[in-house]
């Protein structure tokens, strides 16, 4: 899977927000924090729900099962507004 | 997500909107697709010529320069664009460009470079309308 290329991602200090250009069918903005900005990143090249979460688990100090959650419903709210190419 | 708020609502509940342009009326400074933007909530200070700024106009939402500053409203007109527009109020007038990224880099409306370019836009108008009128007229010589 990866970010579907008419999402464009913006880091902040505070935030990362991802923002669709006017090709894309979804017209909001995703605001979320470093883990967001994280997943992002690792989403614009090809990628796997798997190794998002082992690239996550090497960069934060949290516990598993929160990473893999947060990946889960990341990836399905990016899915949901056409985000990802799966 | 922020769905279902308008960009008023989404400008008093951050502050700022990062978003992107759809057109060509930015061009260079803003290609669609490419580029973004970031607008801060307009507070009660008048804007500058100069200025990047996101108004509201017969319900549509449109980011354009501002060339002049009048005393009971603004003309304005886009960096591409052969028009101005009159008319546009304070009250219409919903947030100021801060920043924006532009092939992947972000540049402050504070920068020199950025400064110098808003002055040659905002002091041109007349100029950059004409030459942009002419360019279209000898596109349609040529194409006969």
Do not use: W
Request: proline letters at 2%.
């Amino acid at each position: 899977m990866k970010l579907n290329k008419e999402f464009l991602i913006h880091k902040t200090d505070k935030e990362t927000v991802l923002v669709p250009t006017g090709n894309a069918a979804f017209s909001g903005v995703v605001r979320g924090n470093k883990t967001l900005g994280a997943i992002l990143e690792l989403l614009t090249k090809e990628t796997t729900k798997e190794k998002i979460i082992s690239a996550l688990k090497e960069r934060f100090d949290a516990p598993e099962d929160k990473i893999e959650e947060d990946v889960a419903k990341a990836l399905s709210e990016l899915s949901k507004i056409g985000a990802l190419d799966e | 997500m922020n769905k279902g708020i308008s960009y008023e609502e989404y400008l008093e509940k951050y502050g700022s909107l990062t978003y992107t342009n759809v057109g060509t009326s930015m061009m260079p400074l803003l290609k669609q697709g490419r580029d973004l933007f970031t607008v801060t909530k307009k507070g009660e200070k008048r804007c500058k010529r100069g200025d990047v700024v996101l108004y509201k106009k017969g319900g549509k939402y449109v980011l354009h320069r501002i060339v002049k500053v009048r005393e009971h409203d603004y003309v304005i007109m886009g960096d591409n664009c052969v028009s101005k527009e009159t008319g546009i109020r304070d009250i219409d007038i919903i947030g100021v460009m801060t920043e924006y990224k532009r092939n992947g880099k972000l540049h402050s409306v504070t920068d020199k470079g950025c400064r110098v370019y808003s002055y040659i836009m905002s002091h041109t108008p007349a100029v950059r309308g004409a030459a942009k009128k002419a360019a279209l007229k000898l596109k349609r010589v040529v194409k006969r």
